[in-house]
């Protein structure tokens, strides 16, 4: 995979060590994303807290994204009822239910 580092800070580990932690997250606060390399190869990108929930967030999207669109193009049309499911699970679904009430009746759930 090609990594494009176009727009990035980038920096040397030595960079980084005389630049400091401390300007470094500053910097990534700012909404600077700060790309730390080793010998010439990307190593790590430091990014403020609200880019990462950001890029974390994203990433969730793009996986339901793919998620729903597999479902679509895999889509038969079948649908079947919970009960059929159940039965074919080898499951009673009134047993279930019953099991379940005992449960929350008990406190367990």
């Not at 060590?17 to 401390?22: A, E, H, L």
């Not at 039965?87 to 929350?104: P, R, V, Y």
Request: net charge negative; proline share 1%.
């Amino acid at each position: 995979m090609t990594q494009s580092l176009e727009g990035l800070d980038v920096l040397s580990v030595t960079e980084a060590v005389q630049k400091g932690v401390s300007s470094i997250i500053r910097d990534a606060h700012s909404g600077h994303d700060i790309v730390i390399e080793k010998h010439g190869h990307p190593m790590a990108v430091v990014v403020s807290v609200d880019r990462f929930t950001e890029i974390k967030s994203l990433e969730e999207d793009l996986r339901s994204v793919l998620l729903i669109s597999s479902r679509i193009a895999t889509d038969d049309g079948a649908r079947l009822s919970l009960n059929a499911v159940c039965e074919s699970l080898g499951f009673d679904l009134a047993e279930l239910e019953k099991e379940l009430d005992n449960d929350i009746a008990a406190g367990r759930v």
